[in-house]
């Protein structure tokens, strides 16, 4: 992540001295030709621009994450309240599903954005293991519970697929690059403190791009949601199957 980080900031200092460097030095660039108000329009429409089309996207993603994060909660407690009314055979079914959504589905989420066959039979193990049940009223409220289990199930591995319209993102490198053709183009010349100046900028910007692009869906990259909940329902059920007055 902090290399990512490093490597996009450095990215985007090296092309805003690079541009400075390669159209800072003309007659025109020295000189100058618009008014200091066209000038300081251009500027302000140009790093509008890139902020807006960032600011949407950070927003966008973070919502998504922020939903899908809720979802897994969402079914954390659906499995909770399937745990307390399941019996004791169906207890250790439901405990394998949460343990195999944590593994190898977490991993299948992050890798390719799908579901993992394996904990699909396992969810579908524990539903056959319940209709086999004598008809009663627990098991008519196991059936219920587990009813809401594949619902939220669903939800979430549908989060796998949120992500912001794709023209989006080349606008944010178009916008990118906006911001640091426009001062040399506009007459910044080639100096150290100038070239600092403007590779501070790209720094800023290669961020803006660098944070985008970490955050494609809410289960990859460094901000991805994490099996937290699931995790805290392993810990509810072994509170629930201890003896009591343990």
């Not at 589905?105 to 086999?132: C, F, I, K, P, Y």
């Not at 501070?200 to 290669?206: D, H, T």
Request: charged share 15%; glycine share 8%.
């Amino acid at each position: 992540m902090v290399l990512g980080l490093v490597l996009f900031a450095a990215a985007g200092a090296a092309a805003a001295i690079g541009v400075l460097a390669a159209l800072g030095r003309t007659d025109r660039s020295r000189k100058g030709t618009f008014s200091s108000g066209a000038l300081s329009f251009l500027g302000s429409a140009s790093l509008s621009s890139f902020v807006l089309v960032a600011a949407f996207l950070i927003a966008g993603s973070w919502s998504n994450i922020n939903t899908a994060r809720s979802h897994t909660y969402d079914e954390a407690r659906a499995l909770n309240t399937a745990y307390t009314d399941a019996d004791s055979s169906t207890r250790p079914l439901l405990r394998a599903y949460v343990t195999s959504v944590i593994g190898p589905e977490w991993a299948a989420m992050q890798r390719d954005g799908g579901a993992d066959a394996s904990t699909w039979a396992r969810l579908d193990a524990v539903r056959a293991h319940v209709d086999a049940e004598p008809d009663t009223p627990a098991r008519v409220q196991e059936q219920t519970d587990l009813a809401a289990v594949y619902t939220a199930r669903q939800i979430r591995l549908a989060d796998t697929g949120a992500g912001l319209p794709a023209p989006m993102y080349p606008a944010l490198i178009g916008t990118g690059l906006l911001v640091l053709l426009y001062a040399p183009v506009a007459g910044l010349t080639f100096h150290h403190r100038e070239a600092l100046a403007l590779g501070l900028v790209g720094a800023v910007v290669g961020f803006g791009i660098w944070l985008v692009l970490t955050m494609p869906h809410p289960y990859a990259g460094p901000l991805h949601v994490k099996p937290t909940a699931y995790s805290q329902s392993l810990t509810r059920f072994a509170q629930l199957s201890a003896p009591t007055g343990s």
